[in-house]
């Protein structure tokens, strides 16, 4: 039996190359060794107003982008999570032995609710246990995510063992793939950030579906350092973040790198940088115009089908173990 991976993009706005480099490539190179669930969760997305039309596009939009990163759904299973509504009943169960404190330690909970506690949503708030609950349905043995997720695959973790000590053994406890280079790709406007899909500043994310000119505009306009070398120095965050694009897109080592920019500017960096980034996108912008709306809903209905069945085996263990049961 090969070991389970399970991870997700939410539909909000548009998929950016951390998304990409954080996670999406992991899961496109591990698809083969273990059995592979790629989730959309789009009950994440509703933790922040979203517009209902937008959102339903933008669900079909993921699907088409994990299609053209290279997940192929003959070999792993692609579903919505709101088709699955085990998602949401396991996330009850989970809340229900989570603890306030550890769920207020959340740093994502406190940048996305702008530290503003009553206007903040409680789906913001709980949001680690559905995904917690969306991990430990399929008995993930590993979840390949961004640095961002490791704090709440820590809870997911938790919650795992705090269930199988108290019940009984119903959840394989999973690990988190967080890869060494890409994990953190940060925002070009402002390196103590994150690059994110939700950022304000346009200009501080690559999105994956960005025009050529556009790529090469926000790369020009991001912002660099007082320094003049080109070298992957980490107390250089705007300048090593660059540079580990490059290296990513490119596949060059870092001393090649920095011998290669050995005594050129900023501006050299960033030209190049601009052309790497075009041609990495070139053939995944090509394909993401291959999948049609029909093709794309007949691929998640079948994944739904699929990751349901294994999902309601968990859920029915773990009700079995806590004595919840309807009438007979
Ligand atoms: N900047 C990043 N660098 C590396 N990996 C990243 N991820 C997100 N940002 C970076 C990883 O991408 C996967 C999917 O992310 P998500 O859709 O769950 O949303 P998120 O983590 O909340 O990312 P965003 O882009 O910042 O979205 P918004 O703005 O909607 O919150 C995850 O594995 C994540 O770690």
Same mark, same amino acid.
């Given at each position: ?47 922040? @107003?979203?517009?209902?039309?937008? %959102? ?85 043995? %590993? ?32 690990? @988190? ?13 402002? @390196? ?44 250089? @965050? ?30 050299? %960096? ?59």
């Amino acid at each position: 039996m090969k070991r389970r991976i399970f991870s997700g993009a939410q539909p909000t706005g548009s998929l950016h190359i951390g998304n990409y480099l954080g996670a999406l490539r992991n899961w496109v190179d591990l698809q083969s060794e273990y059995e592979s669930f790629y989730c959309i969760v789009n009950l994440h997305a509703i933790t922040l @107003p979203q517009d209902p039309a937008t %959102l339903r596009q933008k669900t079909l939009d993921l699907a088409r982008i994990y299609l053209a990163a290279g997940i192929d759904p003959e070999v792993s299973t692609i579903f919505i999570q709101s088709d699955v509504s085990e998602h949401a009943e396991l996330a009850w169960v989970l809340s229900s032995i989570a603890r306030m404190g550890e769920l207020e330690r959340m740093t994502q909970f406190k940048d996305k609710g702008k530290g503003n506690r009553e206007r903040a949503g409680v789906g913001l708030f709980t949001y680690p246990i559905l995904m917690a609950a969306d991990i430990l349905l399929y008995q993930t043995h %590993l979840v390949p995510v961004g640095k961002d997720q490791k704090q709440h695959l820590e809870l997911s973790r938790d919650l795992a063992e705090r269930f199988n000590r108290d019940y009984g053994t119903a959840f394989v406890v999973p690990d @988190p793939f967080i890869p060494p280079v890409g994990a953190n790709i940060l925002s070009l406007q402002d @390196p103590a950030k994150k690059m994110s899909k939700s950022d304000e500043n346009p200009n501080a994310s690559i999105f994956l579906l960005d025009e050529p000119d556009t790529i090469a505009k926000k790369i020009k306009r991001a912002v660099t350092d007082s320094g003049t070398t080109i070298v992957f120095d980490e107390s250089r @965050p705007a300048i090593h973040n660059l540079l580990t694009i490059y290296h990513l897109m490119t596949g060059k080592s870092a001393n090649e790198i920095e011998v290669h920019f050995q005594g050129k500017g900023y501006g050299h %960096l960033k030209t190049e940088l601009a052309e790497a980034v075009v041609e990495f996108m070139k053939p995944f912008q090509e394909r993401v115009k291959d999948f049609d709306d029909a093709h794309l809903n007949e691929i998640l209905k079948k994944g739904a089908a699929k990751a349901r069945i294994i999902a309601r085996a968990t859920l029915d263990d773990v009700y079995t173990k806590m004595g919840v049961v309807g009438a007979t």
